[in-house]
C-alpha cells in the first residue's frame, strides 16, 4: 500500500512538471527559439555567455569585406538552406547582419542619433526616429543570434520590399522556420518600423503558424499564453 501510494504522488508530480514546463511564457523562455526581445523584454546579460558554443558561421555573409557573420547552429543551418533554395530559384541574397555584440550595437544606436543630432533635430526627436528602426542595446534580436538582415540591396532600405527578392522570402521563409520579424501594419504592436529585410527563426512549426494566420510575435506569444 505504501508503494502504491509513493507512485500515485510521483506520478502526479511527474504530471504536474510536464504542465509547468510545456507553459509558454509571454516572453518565451531564455533558451527558446521563439523568444521575445523588445523594450519590454530585454535580451538576459548572461544569454551570449549560456549560448557561445552554439553560435557558428553561415554561408551568405555579403561578400564586401564584412565579417563572416554569425548565428546559433539551428538557425544558421535553416538560414543556409533557405538562402540556398533562393539562389536555385534565380535570387542573390545573402546575409548583411546577423549576430551582433550588445557593445556593437550600441555603436549602431549611438550613431544613428548622432546622424539626427548634425540635421538639427533636438536630442529627444533624435531618439524617437532612432528606434523606430535601431533597438537599444539589450533589446536588439540580432544579439540574439536568431535574427538576420537579409536583401540584395548595397545596403537594407524600404527600396527592398519592392523587388522580386523580397517576395520570394515572404513567401518562403516559413518554410525554413523563419518570419518576417516587422511586418507593416503591426508598428502599434512590434514598437519597430516595418523592415523588410528582418528576418528571426522561430522554427519551422511556429514559423508556419505566424505565416498563416499573419500575425507578429508579440501576437502568436500572447495567444499562446
Known sequence: MIRRNNMKKLIAFLSLCIIFFSLPTSAGEADSLFILINAEHPLP????????????????????????????????????????????????????????SREYQKQ????????????????????????????????????????????????????FADTAEYRWLSENAHKYGYILRYPEGKESVTGIAFEPWHFRYVGREAAEEIYRTGLCLEEFLKEKS
Not at 48 to 67: K, L, Y
Not at 146 to 159: G, R
Open 108 to 159: 549602431l544606436f549611438d550613431a544613428a542619433v548622432e546622424s539626427y543630432l548634425a540635421r538639427g533635430m533636438t536630442k529627444k526627436e533624435a531618439l524617437r526616429l532612432t528606434k523606430r528602426y535601431y533597438a537599444l542595446p539589450g533589446e536588439s534580436e540580432h544579439e540574439s543570434g536568431l535574427a538576420a538582415d537579409i536583401h540584395h540591396l548595397s545596403c537594407a532600405t524600404l527600396a
Open 45 to 100: 546579460e548572461d544569454y551570449v555567455e549560456i549560448h557561445q558554443d552554439d553560435f557558428v558561421e553561415i554561408a551568405f555573409t555579403r561578400n564586401d569585406g564584412r565579417p563572416i557573420q554569425k548565428m546559433r547552429r539551428e538557425a544558421a543551418h535553416a538560414l543556409d538552406e533557405m538562402l540556398s533554395a533562393a539562389r536555385e530559384a534565380g535570387f542573390d541574397i545573402t546575409v548583411t547582419s546577423a549576430y551582433r
